[in-house]
């Protein structure tokens, strides 16, 4: 399935010449995941923000977020996996950009939750990009490669996360959605991980993010997405605290707010 997803981005050869500068944004989406990235007039959404019965930040904060970002078409939304803190606004953001391709690891292909939400979207089955197991492609000039770990129906939802890594030389960035270390284990030896940006597992609990996983990365930054007073207490101190002994740069959407990177000169420099 090489090139599987420049398919998707076929879009991006005619935004070559695309005035706004390539940019990787974190939105403060409370306690949840939503980072939007953007290179040659190709834009992909990786995660789309909580939604429960009360709120829903698709409508209240990403939506919003992206038209005051000048986001005219969505490429490409990849649901890391089906937890709700994650694909939560998913359904406002469809509404908005109807042609975006949705794709999601196959391993999901019979996720309840998952089938359920997208009913409510409006979307079937069918229409949904279902990932193998690797899958390597372009998006403008940046190479992206996802893994999808397979999952058994035992197993939690959070250990079939997929693995997602931009790179343009330095310029690099990996997520890992809510996989804990097994799965950074699974995936260290599949390849080159390193990244200057760290989206950090599970917004920052000690159940991602190990030791062996930093050293994989070697990341200058790391971005950690958690709601303020979070009641599940992330991000963990561990991990702050191996991540500060690492000497790299913690940003936090709880206190900073939507974090972005600006790619200048090959590389990502933090606004
Ligand atoms: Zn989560």
Same mark, same amino acid.
């Given at each position: 399935m090489v090139g599987g997803l420049a398919c998707i981005a076929a879009g991006s050869i005619a935004g070559l &010449?695309?005035?706004n500068p390539t940019r990787l944004t974190f939105l403060n989406v409370g306690q949840g995941d939503c980072a939007v990235f953007q290179t040659h007039g190709s834009t992909i959404i990786i995660d789309t923000g909580p939604a429960d019965a009360r709120s829903d930040a698709g409508s209240k904060i990403v939506v919003p977020k992206l038209r005051e970002m000048g986001i005219? #078409?969505?490429?490409l939304i990849l649901l890391s996996h089906p937890d709700m803190d994650h694909i939560g606004g998913t359904g406002a953001i469809l509404h908005e950009y109807p042609s975006a391709t949705l794709a999601v690891s196959? &391993? &999901?292909?019979? $996720?309840h939750q998952l089938l359920e939400q997208l009913a409510k979207w409006g979307?079937?089955? !069918?229409d949904v990009k279902w990932l193998g197991s690797e899958l390597r492609g372009k998006i403008g000039e940046f190479n992206i490669r996802v893994e999808c770990p397979p999952i058994t !129906? $035992? !197993? !939690?939802t959070n250990d079939g996360s997929m693995i997602v890594r931009i790179a343009d030389g330095e310029g690099s960035a990996v997520f890992t959605g809510d996989a804990p270390t097994k799965v950074e284990e699974e995936v260290e030896p599949l390849g080159d991980w390193h990244a200057e940006i760290m989206k950090a #597992? *599970? *917004? #920052?609990? *000690? @159940?991602? @993010?190990?030791q062996s996983w930093i050293e994989s990365v070697r990341p200058e930054f790391a971005v950690i997405s958690c709601g303020r007073n979070n009641r599940y207490g992330h991000p963990h101190k561990e991990v702050i605290d191996r991540l500060m002994e690492d000497k790299v740069q913690i940003c936090r959407t709880d206190r900073e707010g939507d974090i972005v990177f600006t790619f200048k000169n090959g590389r990502f420099v933090r606004d």
């Amino acid at each position: 399935m090489v090139g599987g997803l420049a398919c998707i981005a076929a879009g991006s050869i005619a935004g070559l &010449f695309w005035p706004n500068p390539t940019r990787l944004t974190f939105l403060n989406v409370g306690q949840g995941d939503c980072a939007v990235f953007q290179t040659h007039g190709s834009t992909i959404i990786i995660d789309t923000g909580p939604a429960d019965a009360r709120s829903d930040a698709g409508s209240k904060i990403v939506v919003p977020k992206l038209r005051e970002m000048g986001i005219s #078409g969505i490429d490409l939304i990849l649901l890391s996996h089906p937890d709700m803190d994650h694909i939560g606004g998913t359904g406002a953001i469809l509404h908005e950009y109807p042609s975006a391709t949705l794709a999601v690891s196959s &391993f &999901f292909r019979h $996720n309840h939750q998952l089938l359920e939400q997208l009913a409510k979207w409006g979307r079937r089955a !069918e229409d949904v990009k279902w990932l193998g197991s690797e899958l390597r492609g372009k998006i403008g000039e940046f190479n992206i490669r996802v893994e999808c770990p397979p999952i058994t !129906e $035992n !197993e !939690e939802t959070n250990d079939g996360s997929m693995i997602v890594r931009i790179a343009d030389g330095e310029g690099s960035a990996v997520f890992t959605g809510d996989a804990p270390t097994k799965v950074e284990e699974e995936v260290e030896p599949l390849g080159d991980w390193h990244a200057e940006i760290m989206k950090a #597992g *599970h *917004h #920052g609990s *000690h @159940t991602a @993010t190990s030791q062996s996983w930093i050293e994989s990365v070697r990341p200058e930054f790391a971005v950690i997405s958690c709601g303020r007073n979070n009641r599940y207490g992330h991000p963990h101190k561990e991990v702050i605290d191996r991540l500060m002994e690492d000497k790299v740069q913690i940003c936090r959407t709880d206190r900073e707010g939507d974090i972005v990177f600006t790619f200048k000169n090959g590389r990502f420099v933090r606004d």
